[in-house]
Every structure is written in structure tokens, then in C-alpha cells.
């Protein structure tokens, strides 16, 4: 467990104190470890830390993506929000206490954590963990015990058709995602396309999502392929997909999966007019690994530099505190949440009923732009692709979007 608590608050001189006083505080303290929910409110009275507890990966599988589009945020907004004074909670400034865990990329680790967090520690407030299947399996969790859950990395209408009031999903879901790309490929000429998915929960659901898309085009699907979660080489299969000769590759990949198929694509000649692979491409680490090759691959973004005046502010805070760029999707999406609930809870406090109505009802001013819910969606982004071009992930589609031109055919590997 990890803690981040600005100041050490000192008690009060007992000198003088009469017995009455005495008896007094100890009748308080007694009530209080009798009804924890007396001890927090005396705490917020006295203008205590505002606790807020989360579980993320900092190790197993999960953490690839965590420890890039989530967690680091979490840390960055705390510093910056006690570095202006503290949260606003209706007017009146309290620190922020993160008390985070590693959930070792495990659901029922996860799970466990975040039921000790509301259910025992009853922290005020909570964040959420990575990913889609922790999303699936805490969701009607916070939604017993009445915590708000805006979650950044958690996509799927399985989550969305729940309907759980207390859950909003900050990412675009895979339908619109898919349904972008393949409207792209289809302005721009393509005929023929290959498919590659990894065989779990966030592969299957845009899978499906482009499936049923595909049904509305003319697209023409020459090959599909799944494979498992922690596969080594895809090389046979890309030589397979090469023989084809398609205009467009399809690649619904995990972070380090997409920079396997991207290297090995690049090793085996495979160059089609258009090659997509996410999530992943959107890390500045892909760039960083691939240098001149990532150049017109084409992969799950939304946002950059460019897309919104709070932008830049947000990516040079990030670059001083990690000397490393955020990635061009869900970390966005994480940073637009925290604003979110930052903005929410100066508004009406840390009543987490009110919280929730708050963010339900309302548009909030955000860095990936405004942003509201149409139940548990975020109804305010549509479905975006992204492309690397020089040393930033150009976003592309749809044009109204767009912080620049498509480059295609993409250029030959470097």
C-alpha cells in the first residue's frame, strides 16, 4: 500500500485541559470507533485529509498499461490539487490522501481491495483500477455501496447496458472506435482487410463491434485471426496476412502485442496501405521502440497537444514530474475524469449520492473537451484514429476532429 498525505497534524497541548474536557473527548473517541461513520465525519469537521483509496496493476499483466495511462496520473493530480491548497470541497480547501494498492493485474485481488476500501475504511472517495474485466466485476460493487466509479480504461456495452448509476466510462466504446476506422477505410479507398485479436475480454468485444460494422460496408475480409494473451511470435501469421496482399491491417492488440506485430510486420515486409494496431500505439514508449517505423501506423487515439487549450498545460506538468510524455488516449481520458470529479465535488461536496447526480447531470470542462454522460457513456467524444506522423500521434478521423491530415498509404517501414 502506498499513501500520499500532505501534512502531519499535531495534537492539541493537553496542559490545563479539565476533566470535563477530558471526559468529553473520550466519549468522542468512544462514539467514534463505534460508528465509523462519526469518526469521518468528526475528521471532515476538522478539515482532515480527503481519503481516497483505489487498487491498480503495478505488477502482472495489467501493469504495461496502468503504470502508463493511470496510475501516474492519479499521482500527478493529487501533488497539483495540495500544491494549490487542496481539494475544494464546497469552498473549503482539504488535502487529498491517495491510499493506493497493487491488485498484481488480478481480479479477485482487485476486487477484495476495493470491498475493504469502501465497506471498511470507508475512504471518501474512490478511483478506479485498469481495465475492462476489473471494470466488469467492480462496477455493481461501487454501485451497493455508492461510490462513484469513473473509469478510463474500462470499455464494453456489456458494462454500458448494466445500467449501474453509479458507473461512467470515460473511453469511447468499441462500436464507435470500429465504427471510425472502418468509415476512414472506406473514404479513403480500401477494399480488402485483415483481421488479428487477442482471445479475452477487451479482443472479443471489439472484435464483435467490428464485426457487426464490417456488415454495413464493403470492406472485404480476406483472413481473421485470434490469438492468446501472452503470445511470443505472430510472425506466421503475418506472413500469411502478407500473402493476402490487403489494403488494410487490423490489429485489436495489448501494449506489448502491438509493438510484437508492428516489429515483426516490419521484419517479414508486411506494408499494407493502411496498418492499424491498438492498444499501444498510442504509448510515446511505441514510438520511442519503433523510432523512424512508426511512422503512419495508425492505431486508438484521441487527443494530443494540439486538440485543446488545456492540453499542453497538462502534458508539460506530466513530462517535469516523469520525464516522459502521457499517452494519446486513456491517460486524456483518466486526466479528464479526475477534472471531472474534482469539479463535481466543489460543486456539492463529498455526499456521494449528490457526487453521482452531479456527474450524471452535467458537462464538464475537460482536457479531451467537454465532456457528459448519457447514462453511464461518455456521450461527448465520438469514435476516433489516431497516426503517428513525426513525434506526435497525429489524431485523424473523423475530420472534425482532426489535429491533422491522413498520410496514406502508409510509408514503407524504417
Partial sequence: MSRTSPQAHKPAAASGATRRTVAQGLALAAAAIARPALAQALAQAAGGPVR??????????????????QEPNYLLWAEQVNAAGGLDVMGRKRPIELIGHDDHSDIETCTRLYTRLMGGDKVDL?????????????????NRYGYPLLAPTSTGRKLIDMGLQYFFSLLQQPDK???AL??????????TVVLLYMDDLFGLE??????????????QVLDRRSYAPGIKDLAPMLRGFKALNPDAFIGITY?????LASRQARDEGFNPAFFYTSVGAAFPSYRTAMQAGAEGVLGMGSWNVRSNPQARAYVD?????????PDRWASGHCWAGLQVLQQAVAAVGLDRKALR??????????????VRFAGSENASVPGTVSQWQGDEFEVVWPPERATAALVAPKPAWR
Fill in 52 to 69: 481516497i483509496g483505489y487498487a491498480i496493476a503495478r505488477t502482472g499483466p495489467w501493469a504495461a498499461g496502468a503504470q502508463v495511462s
Fill in 182 to 191: 472502418l468509415d476512414m477505410l472506406v473514404a479513403k479507398g480500401a477494399r
Fill in 357 to 370: 447526480d452531479r456527474i450524471a447531470k452535467n458537462e464538464f470542462s475537460t482536457v479531451i473537451g467537454p
Fill in 317 to 325: 506538468a506530466h513530462v517535469a514530474k516523469f520525464n516522459r510524455q
Fill in 177 to 179: 472506435m470500429m465504427g
Fill in 255 to 259: 501494449p506489448g502485442d502491438t509493438l
Fill in 126 to 142: 474512490i478511483l478506479a483500477p485498469w481495465g475492462g474485466s476489473a471494470g466488469i466485476a467492480l462496477a455493481p460493487l461501487c
Fill in 206 to 219: 471489439n472484435f464483435s463491434a467490428l464485426t457487426l460494422a464490417l456488415k454495413k460496408t464493403s470492406l
